[in-house]
């Protein structure tokens, strides 16, 4: 999933829900600043702060990892 589309998927899930971006950074503890700045499409989110986010309003994330190939 491009990372707009990820997102796109929680803001309007949070919507869907009726969950204000208060009530998500309390129920998530993610900063309400963070929030903004991720739905606004600022800012660079960690993995932990997605999986926050994403537990907070009932999504199973998924994350593929690219594998790198590193010359010895």
Not at 16 to 45: D, I, W, Y
Request: glycine fraction near 8%; charge should be neutral.
């Amino acid at each position: 999933m491009h990372f707009q589309s990820l997102i796109e998927a929680i803001k309007t899930r949070r919507q869907n829900l009726a969950v204000t971006q208060e009530m998500l950074s309390e129920l998530s503890g993610v900063g309400l600043r963070t929030l903004k700045q991720f739905e606004s499409g600022k800012g660079n989110p960690t993995l932990e702060t997605l999986q926050k986010l994403g537990n907070a309003l009932g999504m199973e994330l998924m994350f593929a990892v690219k594998e790198l190939n590193v010359n010895e």
